[in-house]
Every structure is written in structure tokens, then in C-alpha cells.
């Protein structure tokens, strides 16, 4: 696979910053072959493409983070590891976001209902959902809490039953957090400029978007070590349950990193934006 020679999992956690121009380069090769060849169908078949570019890097990681569950014992030294990961993850999560939020502001007006039209409809229903008749309060965090939890399942179950599964809803996630950026930057550069206008749209989606995404980026790295492990047949075996407890670690750690995602959503983000 040529895009194997691009970036090997252990340079990619030596040098993290990389995966977020090659989530740049992924994204925007999806969107250009998703335009050419299934043009009624981009706004989806954009985010397989997507995933596809991907699945390789991902997996290697998620091999890589197995291998180290064997062999590094204290919890506290394999969960900075994972930190490696999860930063890798986070540079490419923002590649998307980036890249799709910068095709949806300068696409003509006319590419945009193929490209983003599941993604505007998925935002459109959001918006309806949160200004339908309930105030930023309690009820609020626990509506935001609760439905962060359903993606957070998603995202384990998907990464244990396909390794990289997890991509999948990131993916999505950044095409809908990208279109709602370039929404956001379109409506703000007609009193400022572009760069004050796409500053501002980031910092108002990923003040807590980030915190979300690497909740979920967690959770996709237990259930795809989980998955691998299983895979190689070593259940059963100190390693095996060593790899568990680390698996319920990082699913632990993203409960508590959604619980202050949904804070700073409903406490913090009104209040700066």
C-alpha cells in the first residue's frame, strides 16, 4: 500500500505533529476522489475514503500499544505511553477537522449540498435538539453527558470488533465538527477577516470538542488492544489480563475526561462564545 511509505507508527510517535498534514492530505484526496467518482454520495463516501486512507496507521499504533501492555507492568508508565497514541490520534483528528472545515469554506455554493449535506442535516437536528425548550443547566450536562457516553460505546464497540472501527466515528465526527467550522467562518467573514473568522470557529467547537475527541480516541485504543490481543489468542494469560486492566484504565479515564468535556460545554463555552 503506497500510503504505508508515508509514515511508520513508531516515527509517527516520535514525531506526532506529522499525522495532523497527513490527516490534511487524507481528508482533502477523499474529498477530490469523492467528488470525481460518486458525486451524488461525497458527504459520506468522503468519510470511507477517509477512513480507508487511514486504517493502516491506526492499527499499526494500536499493535504497537499491545506490544508495550506486555511489557511495561507499572500502570502508571504504560498509560504515559498511551499518551504517545493518543497525541498521534489527536494530530490527525485535527488534520480532518481542519481540511474539512477549509473545503466547505471555499467549495462554490453549489458543491456544497453533495459534500456536506448529511453533515449540515446531522447539525441542523443538533441545534433543533439543544435550542427546542431547555436552558444551559443540570438537565443540560446530563443530556450532552449521557449522549457522549452512547458515542463513547460505539466507539469501544466498534474498535473491538474491527481493531480500527473507532476511525470511523472520528471521521464522522470531524466532518461534521469541520462543516460546522466552516459554517460558522463563512457567516463571521462578512464583518472580519478570515483569519480572526476561522480562529474563532476552532477555539468555539474545540474548547470541549478536543476534550470529547480524545475521550473517545481513548476508548477506541482500549477496545482496539483488546481486540488485537484476542485476536493473537493470549486470553488466558498474565499478559492478557494485564492488557484488560489497562483496557479498563483507559475506558476509566475516558468516563472522567467526557464528565469535564460536558462541563466545560454547557458551563464554559456559552459564557466564551
Same mark, same amino acid.
Request: net charge neutral; aromatic share 16%.
Given at each position: 500500500m503506497v500510503f504505508e511509505a508515508l509514515i511508520n507508527p513508531m516515527k509517527a510517535e516520535r514525531r506526532p505533529w506529522e499525522l495532523f498534514f497527513i490527516g490534511i492530505f487524507y481528508s482533502s484526496l477523499a474529498i477530490v476522489l469523492s467528488l470525481w467518482i460518486f458525486n451524488d454520495h461525497a458527504s459520506l463516501v468522503m468519510v470511507f475514503i477517509t477512513v480507508l486512507a487511514c486504517v493502516h496507521i491506526v492499527y499499526g499504533v494500536i499493535q504497537l500499544e499491545e506490544e508495550k501492555g506486555?511489557? @511495561? =507492568?507499572?500502570?502508571?508508565? $504504560?498509560?504515559?505511553?498511551?499518551?504517545?497514541?493518543? $497525541? $498521534?490520534?489527536? /494530530? $490527525?483528528?485535527? +488534520? /480532518?477537522?481542519?481540511?474539512?472545515?477549509?473545503? #466547505?469554506?471555499? *467549495?462554490?455554493?453549489?458543491?456544497?449540498?453533495?459534500?456536506?449535506?448529511?453533515?449540515q442535516q446531522t447539525i441542523t437536528q443538533i441545534n433543533t435538539q439543544i435550542t427546542g425548550g431547555f436552558t444551559f443547566s443540570l438537565t443540560t450536562f446530563s443530556k450532552i453527558f449521557l449522549n457522549n457516553i452512547k458515542v463513547m460505546i460505539f466507539c469501544l464497540l466498534f474498535a473491538f470488533f474491527?481493531?480500527?472501527?473507532?476511525? /470511523?466515528? *472520528?471521521?464522522?465526527?470531524?466532518?461534521? &465538527?469541520?462543516?460546522? &467550522? +466552516?459554517?460558522?467562518?463563512?457567516?463571521? =467573514?462578512?464583518? +472580519?477577516?478570515?483569519?480572526?473568522?476561522?480562529?474563532?470557529?476552532?477555539?468555539? #467547537? =474545540?474548547?470541549?470538542?478536543? /476534550?470529547? @475527541?480524545?475521550? #473517545?480516541?481513548?476508548?477506541?485504543?482500549? +477496545?482496539? @488492544? &483488546?481486540?488485537?490481543? @484476542?485476536?493473537?489468542h493470549e486470553y488466558g494469560s498474565e499478559g492478557f489480563r494485564h492488557t484488560l486492566l489497562d483496557s479498563l484504565d483507559l475506558v476509566i479515564g475516558s468516563v472522567v475526561v467526557l464528565f469535564v468535556a460536558g462541563l466545560i460545554e454547557v458551563f464554559v463555552t456559552p459564557v466564551l462564545f
Open positions: 506486555k511489557t @511495561i =507492568m507499572s500502570e502508571s508508565a $504504560l498509560f504515559k505511553e498511551h499518551g504517545k497514541a493518543l $497525541l $498521534l490520534f489527536t /494530530f $490527525l483528528f485535527l +488534520g /480532518f477537522v481542519v481540511s474539512f472545515s477549509l473545503w #466547505y469554506v471555499f *467549495l462554490p455554493s453549489e458543491a456544497l449540498s453533495n459534500v456536506f449535506g448529511v453533515q474491527f481493531g480500527t472501527g473507532a476511525i /470511523f466515528i *472520528l471521521s464522522w465526527n470531524a466532518s461534521v &465538527i469541520g462543516t460546522a &467550522i +466552516g459554517s460558522f467562518v463563512k457567516g463571521s =467573514m462578512e464583518s +472580519g477577516g478570515f483569519v480572526s473568522a476561522f480562529s474563532l470557529g476552532v477555539m468555539r #467547537y =474545540m474548547t470541549h470538542g478536543i /476534550f470529547e @475527541i480524545g475521550a #473517545y480516541f481513548m476508548v477506541g485504543l482500549a +477496545g482496539g @488492544i &483488546i481486540s488485537i490481543a @484476542i485476536v493473537k
